[in-house]
């Protein structure tokens, strides 16, 4: 029985000691360097791709926001114990949060007060959350309140978000590829406690069915992954 305990002793050891040392490449990523970050990332995706701290990297280098979101969403499901658990969630709360998943982020944030009352992210992620239903215009949260004059009036138009990119190149290469089509394309950027993603939305439509077509359309020919949303305009636009 001794024996079967030191040998699971030595098991648990080895799963922790086995988390590689990622803090060069955090560091050249905090210094602007990320050509070099992403070049020790690649060698160590070569050797060690399934360790925690090599998939956190490749996450935190990772452009599209989307395919960055999964990979954080993978730490939490496989590694628990993960050492930058803490950045994790306060990374995927940024990530909902930019785009309007109130709901969503802020179960993430009361995750982060919940199992790491001490974290610094704590402070970063203290924003006011909308008491809204998600599928409110996103543009109408968080405004100051000025009274309208009354000869102007205000609607609610729907839009398709086709993708959100930390990279602003990436958005604008998918903006270029949509402009294709007859729908306006537009680039906004939205921060997040140091978190920027530049979220790309497609034309401007009077009813969500006419908006799930086009979003379907656009789904097949250009194998995006959109969603729609609302904004609050006026009857001039």
Known sequence: MKKIFLILLVAVSNLFSQEID???ALQLIESGNIKSADTILR?????TPNDPAVIYLDAVLTKDGDEALKKYSTLLEKYPQFKFKDKVLYQ???YYYSLGFYKKAETYLDRLKKEFPESEYISAAQKDIPELDEKQPAAAINQPKIEKPKTVETKNIFTIQAGAFLNIDNAKKLKETLSKEKFPVE???KEIG????????VGRFKTEAE???VLSMLEKKYSIKGRITQILTDNKN
């Open 22 to 24: 990622i803090s060069r």
């Open 211 to 213: 908006t799930k077509k």
């Open 187 to 189: 680039i906004s950027s």
């Open 92 to 94: 995927i709360f940024s």
């Open 194 to 201: 140091g978190s920027v993603l530049n979220v790309v939305n």
């Open 43 to 47: 060698e160590l995706k070569s050797t």
